[in-house]
C-alpha cells in the first residue's frame, strides 16, 4: 500500500471521486463494492439530492480519521438502519487549541481506506440493510472557505457555540474544543444533509453538545449515540492510544477500573451522595499513582473525575436515582524521558489526555 499512498490520495483529492474499493482489491482481492472519495462539498450535494429523490436514506459517521473499532462500530449501526453510509475523515483545526496536537494527530488515510472496504464486503457478506458508498475527506479550505479560523479563544471565524455546556469538564482543559466541533458538525451536517448522525460514548459531553446543536438549530437530522468500544483489558478505544507505549498503556487501565469502582457503589452499595461515590474511585487512583510511579516510572495527573446529570453535564451532590447519572474522566499522562526499546513507536515524551465514562442507569424502585 506504501508505495500507493501517496499517488492514491492525490488521485482521490484531485479527481473529486475514485473508486476506492477499486485500488485496494488490486492489492488483497477483498473488495466487491465501491466507495466513493469525494472532497468538495458540491460534489457530495450533488450525489445527495440524487439520493433523495431515489427516496434512499443517509447514515453519517463524522471522524477525524485514525479508525479502530469504535468508529467501525458507528459504521455498522448506520449501516443497519440507512441505506448509505456516508463517513467524513477530516482532521478539524479548529477544535484543537493553539498548544495542542494538531500536527502530531494520526493521519492513516489508506489504512483507514482499507478498514472500510473490508467492513463493507462484511456487510454485504451479512445482507445488512446498508453499505458504506461514500467516504466525505475535505480539505481545509473546503471546509472553511473564508479561511481557517482562528483557535483562539477569542479569535475571528464563524462559529457555533454552545454555552455553558461547552465550558464545562471537557471544555474547562479545552476552552475551544467543543466551539470547533460544533461549527464543524454543523457544517458537516449542511454538506451531507443525513438523516441519521451516529456518535460514540466514549466522547459523552460531545453527544450532548451535538443533540443541543440539532435541537437548538432546528436541524433535520437523528442523533444516535452507540456504546464505547472497548480493548480486552477495558481501555477505550481510541486513536491517541498509539502514543502511550508499553508501561503508560499498562497503566492506562486505571481509567476504567477507577469508573468501575465508582459505579460498584451506586449499583451494589446504593450510594447515591457524590462523595460516597467519588471518594473510593479516587482513593484508587491515589493508590495507584504511587504504585506506577515507582514501580515503572510512569506518573499523570487527574484532570476530572465527574459525577454529572446527563443531560446538561452539571455536577451533582446527590444522584436522583429516578435519573441515573454520568461518571466521567480525564487523565493526563504525563512524557517520559527514558524511551525504552520497545517504545520507540510511541513518542512517550509527550503527553496523553485519556477520557472515558459510564452512564449509572436509573434505580428503579
Ligand atoms: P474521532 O475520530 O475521535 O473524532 O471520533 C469519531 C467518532 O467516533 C466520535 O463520535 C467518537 O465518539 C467515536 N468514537 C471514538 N472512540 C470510540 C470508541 N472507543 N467507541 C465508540 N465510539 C468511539
Given at each position: 500500500m506504501n508505495a500507493l499512498r501517496g499517488k492514491a490520495v492525490i488521485n482521490a483529492l484531485a479527481n473529486r471521486s475514485i473508486d476506492y474499493g477499486n485500488l485496494v482489491r488490486t492489492f488483497s482481492?477483498?473488495?466487491r463494492r465501491k466507495i466513493h472519495v469525494l472532497r468538495r462539498p458540491q460534489d457530495i450535494r450533488k450525489v445527495r439530492h440524487t439520493l433523495r429523490d431515489d427516496k434512499r436514506t443517509v447514515g453519517f459517521v463524522p471522524t477525524m480519521g485514525a479508525l479502530h473499532e469504535g468508529h467501525l462500530a458507528l459504521a455498522r449501526a448506520a449501516a443497519a438502519e440507512n441505506d448509505e453510509v456516508f463517513i467524513s475523515i477530516f482532521v478539524n483545526?479548529?477544535?484543537?487549541?493553539?498548544?495542542?496536537?494538531l500536527g502530531s494527530y494520526p493521519r492513516t488515510f489508506d489504512s483507514d481506506m482499507v478498514k472500510l472496504v473490508e467492513l463493507n464486503d462484511s456487510l454485504i457478506a451479512t445482507k445488512?440493510?446498508?453499505?458504506?458508498?461514500?467516504v466525505f475527506a475535505p480539505t481545509t479550505k473546503d471546509i472553511y472557505p473564508s479561511g481557517r479560523p482562528s483557535s483562539e479563544i477569542n479569535g475571528d471565524g464563524s462559529f457555533i457555540t454552545i454555552t455553558p455546556l461547552s465550558r464545562l469538564l471537557e471544555g474547562r482543559t479545552r476552552p475551544v474544543f467543543f466551539r470547533g466541533v460544533a461549527t464543524v458538525c454543523m457544517k458537516l451536517f449542511n454538506v451531507v444533509q443525513p438523516d441519521r448522525v451516529y456518535f460514540g460514548q466514549k466522547d459523552v459531553q460531545q453527544t450532548v453538545v451535538v443533540k443541543q446543536l440539532v435541537t437548538d438549530f432546528h436541524l433535520d437530522t437523528t442523533v444516535r449515540v452507540l456504546p464505547t468500544e472497548r480493548e480486552p483489558d477495558n481501555l477505550a478505544m481510541s486513536s491517541r492510544n498509539v502514543f502511550l507505549g508499553a508501561r503508560r498503556r499498562a497503566a492506562a487501565t486505571v481509567v476504567p477500573q477507577s469508573l468501575r469502582i465508582a459505579e460498584q457503589e451506586y449499583l451494589m452499595h446504593d450510594r447515591l451522595k457524590r462523595d460516597e461515590i467519588l471518594d473510593p474511585a479516587q482513593v484508587f487512583l491515589h493508590e495507584s499513582r504511587k504504585q506506577a510511579s515507582t514501580e515503572h516510572g510512569v506518573d499523570w495527573e487527574l484532570d476530572y473525575l465527574s459525577l454529572a446529570q446527563?443531560?446538561?453535564?452539571n455536577e451533582l451532590d446527590h444522584v436522583d436515582p429516578q435519573k441515573g447519572a454520568i461518571l466521567s474522566i480525564a487523565l493526563k499522562m504525563l512524557p517520559m524521558l527514558d524511551v525504552r526499546e520497545d517504545e520507540?513507536?510511541?513518542?512517550?515524551t509527550r503527553s496523553v489526555r485519556l477520557i472515558d465514562n459510564i452512564i449509572l442507569p436509573p434505580r428503579p424502585g
Open positions: 482481492k477483498i473488495s483545526p479548529t477544535q484543537f487549541g493553539v498548544s495542542e496536537d445488512n440493510m446498508g453499505r458504506i458508498t461514500t446527563l443531560d446538561t453535564m520507540e513507536t510511541a513518542d512517550i
